[in-house]
């Protein structure tokens, strides 16, 4: 490879399979235990404990990659097993009603780290980015810029998604650190990107390593919660997994069959069309659960748990194997199956564990309550489409209501309370009302039109302030 290696590739090549081996011998057998039936009955509504006091928490927050809303055991699952997964939601609160702020990957990234909607950049525009012609600008604040400015370290490891060098990166939007990769997609020993790109970065040099790329992200994570930073610290880890192409730890001829069509010049080789199985994404999505559990260990060993808020959600609904039931609908779309994901959200120093909560939230909320409870102010002349949630979860205040909004391309969709207005490709205004039909099934537009036009109206105010397609 003729791109520059880091001398910190040197050694992270050479650790080869011994270190997977020796990451998974740090989980805990006791986080090892499967969720015993019943779990989910014996869950709690959420309710605040108001009184205590700490300091600012250290921030893990963790993204899978297209990892579908019933994706895991704890969300019903028949049979996909996620123990450490589970296990982080009997310590924390599980959101059952929580949502991606769009239905791919680049908008929801944008949505997360702006605080906004993806619609009021040009590069949140891209559904998802696919060239290197936008991108997330390095002068709009970002969560890690202005928690950054409030004295914590920040650092992002593995997928960006949200824009190309040399004009966009991390390290140029608030992140202290970068290690992963900036494309929407890679092959998970080679790391050649969507267009045959080696696609492996840290900082913005080149970076050898031809380990399977879940284990190298969650090495590098271990790593860096285990450090004495000597202040708070905001990590984003966004894993790939369980993105195509579908490729589980070990399987070496099927990566080298996609690598060879790579190189032969076949830009479809890494959508997988002709492979993957129920069985191979379930290794794939266990395989999540464990390296998050790695990760988690390795917070527990350097001390740091209760004082470290975890959250662990995904960039939108699930792909092609993945279990959203009942939700119609996945990846793509602004039915529930495609921007409805698992949420789980634990702080032991502030927050009860074994609570459930379906409050209706999505990715922009969590960037306002991140820069509440880290001490951060948004940027005056980029204020935030989220709402706080920092008040109702240590405070017990109550959420006001309000409108969650999503625009893709074709198709449109705001849900207040318990309603649902959606306009899909059929170009036909539907509504929905979620708390009795989670699978949008039962049209109430024919008898419910002063609402319908209510929610519809509200759409169509917000969507008059976002940018155009096409701008």
Same mark, same amino acid.
């Given at each position: 490879?003729?791109?520059?290696?880091?001398?910190?590739?040197?050694?992270?090549?050479?650790?080869?399979?011994?270190?997977?081996? @020796?990451?998974?011998?740090? +989980?805990? @057998?006791?986080?090892?235990?499967?969720?015993?039936?019943?779990?989910?009955?014996?869950?709690?509504?959420?309710?605040?404990?108001?009184?205590?006091?700490?300091?600012?928490?250290?921030?893990?927050?963790?993204?899978?990659?297209?990892?579908? !809303?019933?994706?895991?055991?704890?969300?019903?699952?028949?049979?996909?097993?996620?123990?450490?997964?589970?296990?982080?939601?009997?310590?924390?609160?599980?959101?059952?009603?929580?949502?991606?702020?769009?239905?791919?990957?680049?908008?929801?990234?944008?949505?997360?780290?702006? *605080?906004?909607?993806? $619609?009021?950049?040009?590069?949140?525009?891209?559904?998802?980015?696919?060239?290197?012609?936008?991108?997330?600008?390095?002068?709009?604040?970002?969560? @890690?810029?202005?928690?950054?400015?409030?004295?914590?370290?920040?650092?992002?490891? /593995?997928?960006?998604?949200?824009?190309?060098?040399?004009?966009?990166?991390?390290?140029?939007?608030?992140?202290?650190?970068?290690? /992963?990769?900036?494309?929407?997609?890679?092959?998970?020993?080679?790391?050649?990107?969507?267009?045959?790109?080696?696609?492996?970065?840290?900082?913005? @040099?080149?970076?050898?390593?031809?380990?399977?790329?879940?284990?190298?992200?969650?090495?590098?994570?271990?790593?860096?919660?285990?450090?004495?930073?000597?202040?708070?610290?905001?990590?984003?880890?966004?894993?790939?997994?369980?993105?195509?192409?579908?490729?589980?730890?070990?399987?070496?001829?099927?990566?080298?069959?996609?690598?060879?069509?790579?190189?032969? /010049?076949?830009?479809?080789?890494?959508?997988?069309?002709?492979? /993957?199985?129920?069985?191979?994404?379930?290794?794939? +999505?266990?395989?999540?659960?464990?390296? +998050? *559990?790695?990760?988690?260990?390795?917070?527990?060993?350097?001390?740091?748990?209760?004082?470290?808020?975890?959250?662990?959600?995904?960039?939108?609904?699930?792909?092609?194997?993945?279990?959203?039931?009942?939700?119609?609908?996945?990846?793509?779309?602004?039915?529930?199956? *495609?921007?409805?994901?698992?949420?789980?959200?634990?702080?032991?120093?502030?927050?009860?564990?074994?609570? +459930?909560?379906?409050?209706?939230?999505?990715?922009?909320?969590?960037?306002?309550?991140?820069?509440?409870?880290?001490?951060?102010?948004?940027?005056?002349?980029?204020?935030?489409?989220?709402?706080?949630?920092? *008040?109702?979860?240590?405070? $017990?205040?109550?959420?006001?209501?309000?409108?969650?909004?999503?625009?893709?391309?074709?198709?449109?969709?705001?849900?207040?309370?318990?309603?649902?207005?959606?306009?899909?490709?059929?170009?036909?205004?539907?509504?929905?009302?979620?708390?009795?039909?989670?699978?949008?099934?039962?049209?109430?537009?024919?008898?419910?039109?002063?609402?319908?036009?209510?929610?519809?109206?509200? !759409?169509?105010?917000?969507?008059?302030?976002?940018?155009?397609?096409?701008?």
């Amino acid at each position: 490879m003729s791109t520059p290696l880091s001398r910190r590739a040197l050694g992270g090549a050479a650790v080869g399979t011994a270190a997977a081996a @020796a990451l998974a011998a740090t +989980v805990p @057998a006791a986080q090892a235990t499967a969720s015993a039936p019943g779990t989910a009955a014996r869950e709690r509504p959420f309710r605040a404990a108001p009184g205590r006091h700490s300091a600012r928490p250290n921030i893990l927050f963790i993204l899978g990659d297209d990892l579908g !809303w019933a994706d895991l055991s704890s969300y019903g699952s028949p049979h996909i097993r996620t123990p450490h997964l589970d296990r982080l939601a009997r310590q924390g609160v599980r959101f059952t009603d929580a949502y991606a702020g769009s239905a791919t990957c680049s908008p929801t990234r944008f949505s997360l780290y702006t *605080g906004r909607y993806p $619609g009021r950049t040009k590069g949140g525009l891209a559904e998802p980015i696919a060239d290197r012609s936008v991108g997330l600008e390095p002068t709009h604040p970002t969560l @890690a810029s202005l928690l950054r400015d409030a004295g914590y370290a920040t650092a992002l490891i /593995g997928k960006w998604h949200c824009g190309y060098l040399p004009d966009y990166s991390p390290t140029r939007s608030g992140w202290d650190e970068f290690f /992963g990769n900036f494309g929407g997609a890679l092959e998970y020993y080679s790391k050649l990107g969507l267009g045959g790109e080696y696609d492996l970065y840290e900082g913005d @040099a080149a970076y050898k390593d031809l380990r399977y790329y879940t284990r190298i992200l969650t090495e590098r994570a271990s790593e860096y919660v285990g450090r004495d930073h000597g202040r708070p610290f905001l990590l984003n880890l966004n894993f790939t997994t369980p993105h195509w192409p579908w490729i589980a730890d070990g399987d070496e001829e099927t990566s080298a069959e996609i690598v060879r069509r790579i190189k032969a /010049g076949d830009r479809s080789a890494l959508w997988h069309q002709d492979g /993957g199985s129920l069985e191979k994404y379930k290794e794939m +999505v266990e395989d999540l659960d464990r390296s +998050v *559990g790695t990760v988690l260990a390795a917070l527990e060993r350097a001390g740091r748990a209760r004082d470290t808020l975890v959250f662990f959600g995904s960039d939108n609904g699930g792909e092609r194997f993945s279990y959203n039931w009942p939700l119609a609908g996945n990846k793509g779309s602004l039915q529930e199956g *495609g921007i409805r994901v698992p949420s789980i959200l634990r702080w032991p120093a502030r927050i009860d564990g074994g609570q +459930v909560s379906d409050l209706p939230v999505f990715s922009p909320d969590w960037t306002a309550t991140l820069l509440e409870i880290g001490g951060a102010r948004p940027h005056p002349a980029y204020p935030l489409d989220g709402t706080s949630l920092a *008040g109702h979860l240590l405070r $017990g205040e109550a959420v006001p209501e309000r409108d969650l909004f999503w625009r893709v391309r074709g198709e449109r969709a705001l849900r207040r309370g318990d309603w649902k207005y959606y306009r899909g490709k059929s170009g036909r205004d539907q509504l929905f009302r979620l708390t009795e039909d989670a699978r949008e099934q039962a049209d109430r537009a024919p008898y419910e039109r002063a609402r319908l036009a209510e929610l519809k109206a509200a !759409w169509e105010r917000t969507d008059a302030g976002l940018l155009p397609y096409g701008s």
